[in-house]
């Protein structure tokens, strides 16, 4: 049987094994998921290093004028994302190995679901096929938040569901008036849903401008939505906070990035014109979200909010990268998807671990924890490092590639009407990466360095626990209820303890375990991997990224930009990909940018 | 009455000897479980010939060339699912109120599927209207039968007013019709309209328009369609989860169907006017059940208004019919609205049925559960039932890979295609793309509902949990039925979807009923 079908399957059998077995037990229930889950990588990575990548393609649902096949297929755009969803399924079961205390059949059968899902996101190469997964891992995800989420999960999970779903009816439209309009210019095929067949025929019989303007905004509603570009973002930071780590973790690894995939995949690949037309607006979009996602990053006193938003901000780039619409750009928004997932993946699931320990979210409730748990902190400081972009890890790579992109599309490949506007933009992503630095830096100084500070009654149940989960936690850690209001949000009262304090206190909290470790080791792998060798994963992606780059540089190079009033050049009316900024004028422009800088 | 009739008419009349038998010998042994079950066995048997007939319809067609009854796919079609749904409330319907009136219920029932059944094959006015009351004279029985307080009385009352208004109406639409074409045959009709209108200022052209209006208005009230909607949530609310199912599920399948033989089909050269009343219809249905539906807190006036949401996507599927068939371009040909509808009312059924079913089986004999709160930790104490509702909740949103999504995906690829042919080919066909829009944003807010069912059955805990588990196996197995249908469905939606189209197809072509039943006995044989 063909690998990726096999790969697309195992979670799902997994899930009829965890029901005819588990009976109930979370403990061999979180054995069958983990088992599962490592066969799966097994065969994702077999499908992702093998010398031609499978594909496989049997008809699904054919009656009168219909024909949704089973299409399958990876290629170097859905590569990674694909190995990548295989192996942060993997951290997101061990990350909840002990979380998870009720209902856990129910839990993991729900991540292997949307492990699920995801494979099937990255591989489908049917239209609706692609739209079937898309909207088939909101299912899981939104009963992973909602019964397993914090406090204010309900509305968390009803929010994600809502704020997507209505983004994706749009993208749906979209998806069949792209099918629907290529079966027209293109009738040789009669109706197909093939995203290959549709990008070749899209290539020679294009779409008119106003369709594809049109049809670039539908589907905009909904990958928008999942990127999630600013302003609409306002889903994400609840979702991430109120999910359980696992859940946190697949939705900042893999499932924003079906967005940017979304984007690549059909905005550009299909309709290039309408890419290049909105093209201005999605960049200073992308801009907005870099500086809005890490200022409200730095005014955060929660740690998961505080990733949340610097995700918002992080998706900026690799949006802004995107839409550089150049090979070197587009390659490092592609880098740059799979880097924010590994490091803001490990980031929630390091943060997970030390939420287990004292149930706190609060900076202000924490303080100097590298004595306490040394390897722990360790490990935060690394996905630390990779998060902001430190040389010789990943998201080095790809932030560098991104700003590279950005500023040849900004300064030598602008036309003249947009130069200062997108040189600004380049200019304030590279502050964006100043302040990147700084709110995690900050971060992780005020919750790792200083005098020790941790909430008196770590250990006790859930931080504002499950109104059901109360009982059986109490049960299981013998604690008192009532300590836990009485001092969960205390923090003044437990400076004391910081001060000059030579030897450790005592305490139950324990240092990484050798599952925790078997959890992040491998994504730190990858941090310094890709931060070295950044070419192993580019390579395999280039030639596809670049016939997409192909695309929607030659609408590019022939979009008719507005003419910058009076100063442009009589005669010279350039191809604008290749205008060349006036020596005098250049001044100007970077005086004009670096003042706008300044004013943001 | 010839042999031949009897032979076509052979399943309906099962239902209706079944139904009698169990009135008669239930009036000696009433309170037994076992009429239910005696019930089942007449709907199978009845599908068994149905199934069967195929074989033998060709030769029997000839014969009943001139006859009130279509031999044709939609007809095997229409009766196919009332059989199905019939199956799914005898089963919601075997532990009632009052057990002593169990065979007073099931046989209510078994009538009532008759009459759906005859409406579907009918293609004669008188038919298809004593098919029409068939269902509704024995939905004012169950409406009585189903509780004895106040609530329900007002309920049977509103509905048995509203009803007989909606016939009366329907009627009037009907003598039109027959001014107009000279016959009751629907395809006589078609014949002599498609010729009157050939001069479109007479006074045969105004009296289709209004015919069209009046039996839009009548049996919108059958799809409880705006603005005939008013009753639907006052009588569910105050009837039990079986007859409100019953009440969302019969006369829709019942109004589509008529609508799509008497509208859609036998009145050509009114496409427009049917146009613009559909699309009015369809978005005001659409707008006004899921906004409205958001603001319930009793499970069956909140369902009502949905139903009356899912009559508005119904409605589209018919607009798509009317712009495709009034325009001369080629490429609309092969669109085909009608499917798409026939396709969602199948799957609009399954989910609607099941989850009334489910709702019954959760309550007991003395309360049933009304409010959302009453479903409060659902998810924890029953959670097979919750996994099913959560099925019929996700499939009626119209998410995949549910029955419900390929449902939305067959009416809204008809309406973007009509949008995207361009006002040269189709009249008001920008319009389309605002009935599109508005459709998948509706489906986005009626999310928002079918999420707080949900949510509360599974994020939500409670010690005094209104939820007994007390309605039966005869309910949650009905559950459990259109749940696994609902997937299956959604995974494997090409025979569904085909058989729509080829219903579609031969109900269009009564011309060529043979040729359609001759491929009917085709597939037989291939089977």
């Known amino acids: 049987m063909n690998e990726l079908v096999v790969a697309i399957l195992l979670p799902l059998i997994g899930v009829g094994l965890i029901w005819a077995l588990a009976d109930g037990s979370r403990v061999v229930a979180r054995w069958i998921a983990l088992a599962v889950s490592l066969v799966t990588l097994y065969w994702a990575a077999k499908c992702v290093l093998a010398k031609t990548l499978p594909s496989y393609n049997i008809p699904w649902f054919t009656s009168t004028g219909v024909d949704i096949r089973f299409n399958l297929g990876l290629d170097g755009l859905s590569l990674w994302m694909f190995a990548l969803s295989a192996l942060l399924s993997v951290t997101a079961i061990l990350v909840s190995w002990e979380a998870i205390k009720e209902r856990g059949p129910l839990f993991y059968s729900l991540l292997l679901i949307l492990e699920s899902g995801m494979l099937g996101v990255f591989s489908a190469r049917d239209v609706l096929l692609f739209y079937v997964f898309f909207e088939f891992t909101l299912i899981p995800l939104f009963f992973l938040i909602g019964v397993w989420g914090s406090e204010d999960r309900r509305y968390a999970a009803v929010k994600f569901f809502l704020f997507t779903l209505a983004g994706s009816m749009l993208t749906f439209l979209g998806m069949l008036a792209i099918v629907l309009l290529h079966a027209d210019k293109n009738p040789e095929l009669g109706i197909t849903f093939s995203i290959p067949e549709i990008t070749a025929g899209l290539a020679k019989y294009p779409l008119s401008a106003t369709q594809q303007f049109w049809i670039f905004l539908a589907l905009f509603a909904g990958f928008a939505v999942k990127v999630p570009l600013f302003p609409l973002h306002t889903w994400l930071p609840l979702a991430h906070v109120q999910a359980p780590t696992a859940g946190s973790v697949l939705l900042a690894g893999i499932l924003l990035k079906i967005g940017t995939y979304g984007f690549l995949r059909f905005n550009m690949a299909m309709l290039p014109v309408g890419t290049v037309t909105c093209m201005p607006w999605v960049l200073w979009l992308s801009a907005g979200g870099i500086l809005y996602g890490a200022f409200v990053a730095l005014a955060q006193s929660d740690v998961k909010r505080l990733i949340a938003y610097s995700s918002v901000s992080h998706l900026g780039y690799c949006m802004l990268g995107l839409f550089a619409l150049n090979p070197l750009g587009m390659q490092g928004g592609v880098l740059q998807m799979i880097n924010h997932g590994i490091s803001t993946g490990g980031l929630f699931a390091t943060f997970g671990m030390i939420y287990e320990r004292y149930h706190t979210r609060e900076i202000r409730e924490l303080g100097g924890l590298a004595r306490r748990i040394p390897l722990l902190s360790l490990f935060m400081l690394l996905f630390t490092f990779s998060s902001i972009g430190l040389p010789g890890m990943n998201g080095f790579a790809g932030e560098f590639l991104i700003l590279l992109g950005m500023f040849q599309r900004g300064y030598a490949q602008a036309p003249a009407f947009y130069q200062w506007q997108w040189t600004a933009i380049a200019v304030l992503a590279v502050f964006g990466v100043v302040l990147g630095a700084w709110y995690m830096l900050w971060l992780y100084q005020r919750v790792f360095f200083g005098p020790l500070k941790e909430p008196a009654d770590h250990g006790a149940d859930d931080h504002g626990a499950h109104d059901h989960a109360a009982a059986d936690a109490h049960a299981a850690h013998g604690h008192d209820a009532h300590g836990h209001d009485a001092h969960g949000h205390d923090a003044s009262g437990h400076d004391d303890h910081g001060h000059g304090v030579a030897a450790l206190p005592p305490s139950s909290v324990r240092d990484m375990n050798a599952r925790e470790f078997w959890a992040l080791a491998p994504l730190v792998v990858l941090v310094f991997w890709i931060g070295v060798f950044p070419q192993t994963f580019l390579a395999p992606m280039q030639a596809d990224i670049n016939a997409v780059s192909t695309t929607v540089e030659s609408a590019y190079a022939a979009h008719e930009w507005p003419v910058k009033d009076s100063a442009v050049v009589a005669g010279s009316l350039p191809s604008p990909s290749v205008a060349q900024p006036q020596p005098a004028a250049l001044d100007a422009v970077a005086a004009e940018t670096l003042e706008f800088a300044r004013v943001e | ?527």
């Open chain 2, 1 to 527: 009455m010839s042999s031949d009739t009897v032979s076509i008419l052979l399943p309906e009349l099962i239902v209706v000897l079944t139904a009698t038998f169990i009135y008669v010998a239930g009036a000696f042994l009433p309170g037994k479980k076992f009429w239910g079950a005696l019930a089942l066995v007449g709907v199978a048997a009845a599908g068994f010939v149905l199934a069967g007939q195929s074989e033998k319809a060709a030769a029997v067609v000839a014969a009943n060339e001139a006859g009130p009854l279509a031999v044709d796919l939609m007809g095997r079609y229409v009766r196919g699912l009332a059989l199905l749904v019939g199956a799914i409330f005898v089963l919601a319907a075997a532990r009632p109120q009052n057990e002593s009136l169990i065979p007073e219920y099931v046989g209510t029932v078994l009538m009532a599927v008759a009459g759906l059944m005859l409406v579907g094959g009918a293609r004669e006015l008188t038919l298809l209207f004593l098919g029409l009351e068939l269902i509704s004279i024995p939905t004012y029985i169950l409406l009585y039968l189903g509780r004895r307080d106040g609530a329900s009385a007002e309920s049977a009352a509103k509905y048995f007013f509203l009803s007989v208004l909606s016939s009366a109406i329907t009627l009037y639409g009907f003598s039109y019709l027959y001014g107009v074409g000279g016959s009751t045959r629907l395809d006589i009709i078609q014949a002599a309209m498609a010729k009157a209108l050939v001069t479109p200022a007479t006074t045969g052209a105004l009296f289709a328009q209004l015919a069209l209006v009046l039996v839009f208005a009548g049996l919108g009230f059958k799809i409880a369609a705006v603005p005939f909607h008013f009753y639907a949530p006052d009588v569910y609310q105050g009837t039990t989860h079986t007859n409100a199912g019953l009440l969302a599920v019969l006369p829709k399948i019942a109004g589509i169907a008529a609508l799509v033989r008497i509208a859609s089909i036998a009145m050509p050269g009114v496409e427009e006017t049917g146009l613009r009343v559909t699309m009015i219809l369809a978005l005001l249905t659409m707008t006004l059940g899921n906004v409205v539906a958001l603001w319930q807190d009793n499970i069956r006036r909140m369902l009502a208004y949905s139903s009356i949401a899912h009559a508005g996507y119904m409605l589209v599927g018919l607009a798509v019919d009317f712009a495709a068939h009034k325009s001369d371009d080629p490429a609309l040909q092969d669109v085909d609205g009608i499917g798409a509808a026939l396709f969602y009312v199948a799957v609009y059924s399954l989910a609607t049925a099941g989850s009334f079913a489910a709702f019954a089986y959760l309550g007991s004999r003395d309360k049933q559960v009304d409010t959302i709160d009453d479903l409060a930790g659902v998810g924890g104490k029953f959670p097979a039932v919750a996994l099913a509702i959560a099925v019929f909740m996700f499939s009626l949103t119209g998410l995949p890979p549910l029955a419900g999504f390929w449902g939305k995906f067959a009416l809204f690829s008809g309406a973007v295609k009509v949008g995207l042919a361009g006002a040269e080919s189709v009249k008001l066909s920008s319009w389309f793309i605002v009935l599109s829009i508005v459709g998948v944003l509706n489906a986005a807010v009626s999310a928002a509902y079918y999420l707080r069912i949900i949510g509360v059955m599974y994020f939500r805990e409670s010690s005094t949990s209104a939820a007994r588990g007390e309605g039966g196996s005869g309910a949650r197995l009905a559950a459990f039925s259109c749940a696994l249908l609902v997937i299956a469905v959604g995974l494997a939606p090409s025979r569904l979807s085909q058989d729509s189209q080829d219903a579609a197809t031969s109900a269009r072509a009564p011309a060529k009923v043979s040729a359609a039943v001759a491929a009917v006995a085709q597939v037989g044989d291939a089977r």
